[in-house]
Each structure stands twice: as C-alpha cells, then as structure tokens.
C-alpha cells in the first residue's frame, strides 16, 4: 500500500523567512505528486502538482516543489512567506491507477508569526 | 455551481442515528470521490465513482457506510447507525474529463459530529 510522509507536523517560522515542507511519497513506476493547502473552515486547494518532466514544479503562491525520485521526496518550498500563508499543507500522491484516487500524508500545520 | 458544494456544511446527531451527507460535484466532472478527514489527519479514501458506479469502494470502513449517486451527478454519502467514532469532516472531490492530471476538486467539506 502507499503512503506519503510528512515529517513535520507543525513548522513556526516568521513572517518574510524562507519555509521548507517535508514530504516522502512510496516509489511506483508511475508517480504523480500535489500539494494541496487548507485554510481554516476550507476545503482543500491545490497549490502545485508534478506529473512528468521538469522536476521542479512551480505553483500559486509563490510557492514551489522539487521532485527527487532517488530520495523519493517532494519538498514544498518558499522563499519568502506572509502571514496569510498560515494554514494546514498536505501532499499526495496518486495511485498509478485508472482512479486517479490520492493519498494523502497527515498535514503540516505552518504557522507564520509576525 | 462554479465548484463542488456539500451540504450540510455541519452536522451535529446523536449516537444510533442516521445520516445523510451530500455532494453536488463540478458541471460535467464524471469521477466523484469522497473522503473523510479525522482530526490531525490527512483526508482518507473512502468511495470513488465514474458516473453512477461505485468504481472503487475499498476505502469504506464497514457496512454502516454506503454512498450513491443514481443519475451520475448528485452523490450521497450515507451512514447508518452512527458511533462516536464517525466524527469527521467528510470532503467531496470531483475530477474532469481530463484524465492526465489527476487534478481533484474538493469541496468545503461537511463536519459530521455525533454526540
């Protein structure tokens, strides 16, 4: 069975520092990645996805994600980030199969202090 | 509507009880899924649908759960006899015709809470 790690489950950093989001996902032959975001009392919406090709995938936000398949890793990365980014941050993966189902790591809660 | 909208938004029974959560998926999307996030958790599979069909239940956690959708738009996730331990937030996706991306779309979610 799959499963995607997150390392961290909650990551303070201040306003205008540089964050990095932690994610290891299970190698398949086919491996496509998210990252979704949840803001407070929302659904989830996607900020990137990595399906094929460059391995550095950019997203809204300003944020973006570098794949490794030798690490087996997608780590969410932003260089500068702003007290709205505040909220739950979760990556996926998706099965390979006809489905498209995902799996999701347990979240990463940022927090972001002025 | 612009995007997948479930309703209630919150719900609140008492243990026993039964309850009906429902899912009005993107215009045109044909893959439905639903999922349920406990607190601290990631969002966990529960039923994925093409069109009417249940294409995939594997995710349903026993036979208290059931979940519809008879025309291939409006779904229904249904749980009988309700434990306190179904309290969750249950999140609707829908994903388009463009089969490549594996893009979902998730709606606000419905908190279910049971007394």
């Known amino acids: 069975a799959q499963s995607v790690t997150q390392l961290d489950s909650q990551v303070p950093v201040f306003e205008e520092a540089p964050v990095e989001l932690r994610c290891n996902y299970s190698s398949s032959v086919s491996v496509y990645l998210f990252w979704y975001v949840q803001y407070p009392n929302q659904g989830l919406q996607l900020l990137l996805k990595y399906l094929s090709g460059s391995t550095l995938v950019k997203g809204i936000n300003g944020f973006e994600a570098e794949f490794n398949k030798s690490q087996t890793s997608f780590h969410l990365r932003k260089p500068s980030v702003h007290i709205s980014d505040t909220a739950e941050y979760f990556c996926?993966?998706?099965?390979?199969?006809?489905?498209?189902?995902?799996?999701f790591g347990k979240g990463t809660l940022l927090t972001v202090n002025p | 509507g612009a995007g997948v909208s479930q309703t209630p938004s919150n719900k609140v029974t008492e243990k026993g009880k039964y309850v009906e959560l429902r899912c009005d998926p993107i215009?045109?999307?044909?893959?439905l899924y639903w999922y349920r996030q406990s607190l601290g958790q990631g969002p966990e599979f529960l039923i994925y649908f093409q069109g009417t069909g249940a294409a995939d239940d594997s995710g349903l956690p026993n036979d208290r759960f059931f979940a519809v959708r008879p025309e291939g738009s409006v779904s229904t996730l249904k749980i009988q006899r309700t434990e306190r331990g179904d309290s969750a937030v249950y999140l609707c996706?829908?994903?388009?015709?463009?089969?490549?991306?594996?893009?979902?779309?998730f709606g606000e979610g419905s908190r279910l809470t049971v007394l």
């Open positions: 996706a829908s994903r388009g015709p463009q089969t490549n991306t594996g893009e979902l779309f």
């Open positions: 215009s045109g999307h044909t893959a």
């Open positions: 996926a993966q998706n099965s390979g199969g006809s489905n498209y189902k995902l799996t």
